[in-house]
């Protein structure tokens, strides 16, 4: 599998702030579906309709590092790290890109879905290939 970093910017906006000046924890959130979103995009080469997409996330999980302020330089990296029969698994991180630092990690399931049946399904090859 192609190790293969995806970077896009992110935005810090007023109303991602709590009162100790920092992003928010549940904003960071927000901001970690961007870059799902945008990493997605890229690799399947066209926008996404949410209406007929297939992908659903199942498991999230972050751990917060460093505090995210406003006028911070943050891009969100997403790296598809291991993928399975119906699922596979993204690791994320914010990055200070003036400093360096690691802001905080984020580390998600998604599965690949059937809509209809309501449950997951396999994977096509034409997915995997992009990968290979």
């Known amino acids: ?8 910017p992110v935005q810090i906006r007023m109303s991602d702030l709590d ?34 997409f297939e992908w659903v996330l199942v498991h999230v ?10 006028h911070d330089k943050i891009v969100c990296e997403t790296e598809l790290v291991e993928m399975g029969n119906s699922s596979v698994k ?23 879905f059937d809509r209809v049946a309501n449950h997951s399904k396999l994977i096509p090859e034409s997915f995997k290939s992009l990968f290979i």
């Open 1 to 8: 599998m192609k190790n293969t970093v995806f970077s896009c």
């Open 19 to 52: 009162p100790f000046n920092h992003v928010n924890n549940g904003c960071q959130m927000n901001l970690y579906d961007y870059g799902r979103t945008q990493f997605l995009e890229h690799v399947l080469q066209t926008e996404i309709d949410w209406l007929t």
């Open 61 to 70: 999980d972050l751990d917060f590092r460093l505090p995210i302020r406003i």
């Open 90 to 112: 993204l690791q994320q991180r914010m990055l200070n890109t003036v400093t360096g630092e690691v802001m905080s990690t984020c580390n998600s399931v998604l599965v690949y």
